[in-house]
């Protein structure tokens, strides 16, 4: 074993416990857990000396109301999470232990902010500002997007544009993606779709170039290891239906409709 930590903290969000992973510079792990997959993973593991730390979070003090008493209770699969685990404690060679680090800090401030709906954005004017959308344009994580409607369609004043900027959230804690080539192609594909929006997994397999790879698309989202961060939620079935995810369709949904609540847009005529 290396000489250095992972560190493992339990995050209380409105959808329940998200245990968050990571070494002193990057997020490595965050996904949702119940007790039974803390309790289960340090009575295995506990021989090598891994540790997730106690269930710290007192359940019976949740309002019978709120989102996480009723997303609490949605299957998990154990095998699934130890193989998760697993994967990270091989790449990474360490031992894991409670604790904390600054990247887990940074994401326990941003999970906040994210479930709270606040938009970490420059004002629409200064991002239209000088007829150019600084920053704006496709790369993965933006907090804004670009709609561009052509002006042929009369819509627009000769020689300009109609550019849509959209509000979105953006996670700044430093992550470190840990999977097979295709798997990090899949996921930075993931993390171009934009906030509020959703994209098929046909639409996705498409992106990468291999519109027949829709089953290893979704495989590969199966396997994301960072929840919300990565996206993964915003991928659904052609025609509108959820899908799968791995901590529950219920939370699925809500994910995406806190999102589409929260999204905000804005349209400034710009010179091509």
């Known amino acids: 074993m290396a000489d250095h930590l992972l560190h493992a903290t339990q995050l209380k969000t409105p959808l329940g416990i998200m245990l968050a992973i990571a070494d002193e510079e990057s997020l490595l792990f965050l996904d949702f857990v119940n007790r039974e997959m803390i309790t ?11 540790s997730l730390g106690p269930w710290e979070i007192e359940e019976e003090r949740w309002d019978h109301d709120s989102p996480a008493a009723f997303f609490q209770h949605e299957p998990f699969s154990f095998a699934k999470f130890e193989r998760k685990i697993k994967k990270i404690l091989r790449e990474r060679s360490s031992k894991l ?10 994401i326990e401030r941003e999970l906040e902010t994210y479930f709270l709906g606040r938009l970490d954005v420059k004002p629409f004017a200064e991002l239209a500002a000088g007829n150019a959308v600084p920053g704006a344009s496709g790369a993965q994580q933006r907090s804004v997007y670009v709609n561009t409607r052509a002006a042929s369609t009369g819509a627009t004043p000769q020689g300009t544009s109609a550019v849509e900027l959209c509000k979105g959230f953006i996670f700044k804690t430093p992550y470190r ?16 779709i934009p906030y509020g929006t959703t994209q098929s ?7 990468l170039g291999n519109p027949a790879a829709v089953r290893a698309v979704a495989n590969a ?6 929840a919300i961060v990565i996206p993964c939620h915003r991928v659904i079935a052609t025609g509108g239906k ?22 905000l847009c804005s349209s400034f005529l710009v010179k091509p």
């Not at 232990?97 to 940074?106: C, D, E, H, K, Y």
């Not at 993606?177 to 171009?192: E, P, V």
């Not at 989202?221 to 960072?226: K, P, V, W």
Request: net charge positive; glycine share 12%; proline share 3%.
């Open 97 to 106: 232990q409670p604790g904390t680090s600054a990247p887990l800090q940074s």
């Open 177 to 192: 993606m840990l999977g097979s080539d295709f798997q990090q192609a899949t996921w930075k594909t993931i993390l171009k």
């Open 221 to 226: 989202n199966g396997a994301n290891l960072l």
């Open 201 to 207: 997994y046909k639409e996705e397999a498409a992106a």
């Open 242 to 263: 959820l899908g799968g995810y791995g901590s529950g369709l219920r939370r699925k949904e809500w994910l995406l409709q806190h999102e589409q609540t929260h999204v």
């Open 40 to 50: 289960r993973f340090n009575q295995k593991f506990a021989a090598w000396g891994h």
